[in-house]
């Protein structure tokens, strides 16, 4: 199996050298030889700087390579680029889309796969649906189909859609287990991330039997990790003010995630940590984030190869915009707000400096709490359950 690589050449131009990129051919033993293909670069990109050809160089080997990885898929007998169709480039770019890139980035990748099937037609290896595009469709920001962008802009994602609340959560299981507890708690108590990994298993209490009524965490600022600087912050709980005791609320599946982390993971430390990383030591917000990312990229992985299309749609929506475990806190603002209209409620919820301290009760009151039970048993109720 053969793969395409950059290369570089060099050449005198007025008495000085002058260096350009190429496009090599690589064998499984390793050996490299010229691909004509390189040719491109010089009909198109010959005047700008070294480093702008290759950037474009390069995209040109990530699709070749895209097309032997997939040939497959695409139904093609033979990767030869006159059988390359606007089909294949405008897959090849929604795939791109979905590694995260941003609009501008992948604008750039257009841009440049259009004259490269300018290159072809020149060159008169183009096949008839490239031919046809190229002659005859003048606007090129529709020369491909349908094709994603994500948002260059600062939003950020905070909430998910309602069904996948809990196949989220029981996703974490699978492929982020050490976090899997952690994400349920800021899905449904609000936490932040700085106050799941200052928990310490002292300070969960169980409400009910078997933590039936949910639990009760009791938010401190502890340094778990003296062995490390976290400048950013992102292992702390940010100040007194932010101290309490916030309501984990329950599910049918609260419990059963508590106990098996209970069972999994030990704290080698000493210092009674719920959240440990490999080591056994307390875990920080780094590696926190580290297991949230892994969930979130394998999440929307799943919904991408999804069998529901409106299920595929909205994996490719989540990989165009920003969200981080931040979003844990975000989910829990929306559907708590469904059960009251107080926003002073809420905000005491979520544990927000701004709540007077006088209109602590109201959270506590029957009606709140009913509300508050029903809503999430509905949620697990009407959850999704997708097949993978």
């Known amino acids: 199996m053969h793969k395409f690589i950059l290369g570089m050449g060099t050449t005198i131009v007025a008495n000085r050298k002058v260096k350009y990129p190429l496009i090599l051919v690589e064998n499984h033993e390793g050996l490299k030889d010229y691909h004509l293909i390189s040719s491109v670069i010089f009909k198109k990109w010959k005047r700008l700087e070294y480093n702008t050809q290759r950037k474009y160089a390069g995209m040109i080997v990530s699709l070749l390579n895209w097309l032997l990885d997939n040939q497959i898929k695409l139904g093609m007998k033979e990767v030869k680029l006159s059988n390359l169709t606007i089909n294949h480039l405008s897959m090849f770019l929604n795939e791109k889309n979905n590694e995260g890139l941003t609009r501008t980035t992948m604008k750039t990748y257009e841009r440049t796969l259009i004259m490269f099937c300018e290159f072809l037609v020149e060159h008169d290896i183009a096949s008839d649906d490239v031919r046809k595009r190229v002659t005859e469709h003048e606007d090129r920001t529709t020369f491909f189909e349908i094709v994603l962008y994500n948002n260059d802009t600062s939003e950020v994602l905070h909430d998910l859609r309602r069904e996948l609340i809990f196949p989220f959560i029981e996703f974490a299981v699978k492929v982020a287990n050490p976090i899997a507890l952690g994400v349920y708690y800021q899905i449904f108590g609000g936490l932040r991330r700085g106050e799941i990994v200052n928990i310490k298993r002292q300070n969960v209490q169980l409400l009910g039997v078997l933590g039936e009524n949910g639990h009760r965490v009791k938010i401190t600022q502890d340094i778990m990790r003296s062995d490390i600087k976290d400048s950013a912050g992102s292992s702390s709980v940010k100040t007194s003010k932010n101290f309490r005791d916030a309501v984990i609320h329950p599910s049918p599946i609260l419990q059963g995630l508590y106990e098996n982390h209970l069972k999994t993971y030990s704290n080698e430390s000493g210092n009674d940590a719920l959240f440990v990383g490999k080591n056994g030591l307390a875990m920080t917000g ?11 990229k394998e999440f929307i992985q799943f919904l991408l190869n999804h069998k529901n299309t409106n299920l595929v749609a909205y994996g490719g929506q989540l990989a165009s915009v920003k969200w981080s475990t931040h979003i844990g806190r975000g989910i829990f603002s929306n559907w708590y707000a469904d059960t009251t209209d107080n926003p002073l ?31 999430i048993e509905q949620l697990y109720e009407n959850r999704g359950e997708y097949d993978e």
């Open 286 to 296: 780094t590696t926190y984030s580290y297991y949230f990312n892994k969930l979130k």
């Open 345 to 375: 409620t809420l905000a005491r919820a979520r544990g927000d400096r701004s709540l007077d301290s006088s209109l602590a009760y109201i959270d506590n009151t029957t009606n709140v709490k009913n509300k508050v039970k029903t809503a």
